[in-house]
Nanobody, 126 residues
């Protein structure tokens, strides 16, 4: 059974940092693109960051560039999202996703991502 399990969410003051982890199991994800989305109350799920299988290429939504860093450890089947300089507008449920197609990690095709985690809440207070 394939599972993506997120951890590391919580409550943080603005300006602080959190690191999210997504541990994948049930298959090898070394050839998959992995990434993060987030969904705030009343809003559509939004792409945040993605990383190719070899870690050499990453992509970020403009609102987190320079503050968030995505990385992966294929030996551990785990992807990370380091979030620095957090803002109240970063408050959302953060979801990990995995798919072979790089184009899934954007505004158009995200609904077709093959695997999703259950989500972890990140709350940033002002």
């Amino acid at each position: 059974q394939v599972q993506l399990v997120e951890s590391g969410g919580g409550l943080m003051q603005a300006g602080g940092s959190l690191r999210l982890s997504c541990a994948a199991s049930g298959r090898t994800f070394s050839s998959y693109v992995m990434g993060w989305f987030r969904q705030a109350p009343g809003k559509e799920r939004e792409f945040v960051a993605a990383i190719r299988w070899n870690g050499g290429i990453t992509n970020y939504v403009d609102s987190v560039k320079g503050r968030f860093t995505i990385s992966r450890d294929n030996s551990k089947n785990t992807v990370y999202l380091q979030m620095n300089s957090l803002k109240p507008e970063d408050t959302a449920v953060y979801y990990c996703a995995a798919d072979p197609d790089w184009m899934v990690f954007g505004r158009i095709k995200w609904r077709s991502a093959e695997y999703w985690g259950q989500g972890t809440q990140v709350t940033v207070s002002s």
